[in-house]
């Protein structure tokens, strides 16, 4: 049973953290690290304005600043839903995950079997379209490869063994693992083949006593 890890790209608006709506633009506010407003130092000059004025600048802060608290409440969901799907397989297989690559030998990345064009080679960096096909076959190898002991064309889709099953036949299913349901259906799995795996072993040397 393996895992393949799929970079997800989430795109942010951060720039609610370094620019003033128009309206609230009327200070020049002062930055902290990274660039990013220094929204006390913003209020204590914002008490300076007129009466008439601060009323509406502070409703119209208001909510400029809950927009910025629902930015940073999706980032950290998207950061913890990843932290958490990553705790539930290490738990649940008992592995280390190595989601970078980093510790991984480049013949883990790839076993999709299927690229378009665009894909980039792990080993040598070109797109997949660059590639020359082998004789008499539809695969496309990579000058590269023979370093890492597979010359065929690699793509930075990293895969992870979970378990290792000695069981007939192949099963092919996706799992949602950010749901409770799915994560409860992929345990059982687990559980199901690792038992027919002991049982398969178990006869197995029955069998051989036998004879």
């Known amino acids: ?7 997800e790209v989430k795109l942010f608006n951060l720039g609610l953290l370094f620019n003033l709506p128009t309206g609230l633009d009327i200070f020049q506010p002062e930055r902290e690290k990274h660039g990013f407003i220094d929204y006390r130092s913003l209020l204590r000059t914002s008490l300076m304005l007129h009466d008439d004025i601060i ?8 909510v400029h600043l809950e927009k910025i608290q629902v930015c940073l409440g999706e980032i950290d969901a998207w950061l913890m839903d990843t932290a958490s799907n990553i705790h539930y397989l290490e738990t649940t297989f008992d592995v280390e ?3 970078k690559g980093t510790n991984m030998p480049k013949s883990n990345w790839c076993r999709c079997g299927d690229h378009v064009n665009s894909d980039t080679c792990s080993l040598c960096g070109q797109i997949y379209q660059k590639h020359k096909t082998g004789r008499g076959t539809t695969l496309r190898y990579c000058p590269e490869g023979f370093e890492v ?3 065929t064309f690699c ?3 990293l895969y992870q ?8 036949g192949k099963y092919e299913a996706t799992f949602d693992i950010s749901r409770e349901s799915d994560r409860e259906q992929l345990k059982m799995l687990s559980e199901f083949l690792s038992k027919q795996h002991t049982l398969a072993q178990t006869q197995s040397n ?3 006593g036998e004879w």
Request: proline share 6%.
């Open 161 to 168: 063994q979970l378990g290792n099953y000695s069981i007939q």
């Open 55 to 62: 009323l509406p600048y502070f409703d119209n802060l208001k």
């Open 149 to 151: 002991g597979s010359d």
């Open 206 to 208: 029955f069998n051989w």
């Open 1 to 7: 049973m393996v895992v393949f890890m799929e970079r």
């Open 155 to 157: 793509c930075d889709k």
């Open 97 to 99: 995950l190595d989601p």
